[in-house]
């Protein structure tokens, strides 16, 4: 429910449903929808034309732009009306006709966005997708279900990942990209079917990595790719590298994860 001190933000043409619960100082839109069972924090502004569905949790000052779809049904053919989540952290930026689904009782049950992502127009997350920190999905990026995406990924526009795909951290793939195997922690991948070209060095600057920490990590992937090494040895050269270089810890967890088997 929402309470009288904050209607001056609610734009009287919404439809609020009695079992919403929305925290003093929410903003929803012109002919928005807000259905039962969902939650939304301070400061967050919902615009006109927003469907959101519950159970679906949204935390603090999240921006969400007009024609968005949170927490619909998922797309998957063996839903058959659980009772499933969706939850958003803090700080997001949901844009034009984002489409971010609920989970499946076959995973966890819940899909969950984290904290100061940029979700572009278009995008797509299906069904028990997990986002980390500080990604970006470029406009009309799409994912399949049971993805999970790690903290400073950033996905070109049109990119496409397949179901139970991983894509590490401060990774990166060109526009138009197929992601059809996992993709490392630092990788840059492009293509149909995508393959690996490189490190994301650029990103890696920008956000304060050091000249030697990103000749190791350059290192580490010649040791993947370039060596014609199996990818097991390529894991122990890694790890032995471990003790000047902690940033190659997640590259090195990422590879000890049986997955869909990684870009090559």
């Not at 933000?9 to 969902?38: H, K, M, N, T, Y």
């Not at 994912?143 to 401060?170: M, N, P, S």
């Not at 097991?232 to 003790?243: K, Q």
Request: with cysteine; aromatic share 6%; glycine share 12%.
């Amino acid at each position: 429910m929402h309470g009288a001190g904050d209607r001056q933000l609610i734009d009287p043409r919404a439809v609020i449903d009695p079992g919403a619960e929305l925290e003093e100082g929410v903003s929803v839109g012109p002919f928005s929808i807000i259905g039962d069972g969902v939650k939304v924090a301070a400061g967050t502004v919902i615009g006109p034309h927003v469907v959101i569905r519950g159970a679906t949790q949204i935390g603090r000052d999240n921006r969400i732009y007009q024609f968005a779809s949170i927490g619909e049904d998922p797309q998957d053919m063996k839903y058959a009306g659980e009772p499933t989540r969706l939850e958003i952290g803090d700080r997001n930026t949901i844009r034009e006709f984002a489409t971010l689904h609920r989970g499946t009782v076959q995973d966890r049950g819940v899909t969950r966005i984290g904290n100061d992502n940029l979700l572009m127009a278009y995008i797509h997350v299906a069904h028990d997708c997990i986002l980390e920190d500080h990604i970006i999905m470029a406009n009309a990026a799409t994912l399949g279900g049971h993805v999970r995406i790690d903290r400073h990924a950033i996905l070109g526009g049109f990119t496409k990942v397949h179901q139970f795909c991983r894509v590490g951290a401060h990774s990166f793939s060109g526009m138009g990209s197929s992601i059809g195997m996992d993709l490392p922690p630092y990788v840059m991948a492009s293509g149909q079917p995508a393959r690996p070209h490189g490190i994301n060095r650029e990103g890696l600057s920008r956000r304060g990595f050091g000249k030697e920490a990103i000749q190791q990590i350059k290192r580490a992937y010649k040791l993947i790719y370039h060596a014609n090494k199996r990818l097991e040895e390529a894991r122990d050269g890694i790890d032995a590298m471990l003790s000047d270089t902690p940033e190659l810890e997640i590259l090195s967890e990422f590879l000890k994860i049986k997955g869909r088997g990684i870009l090559r």
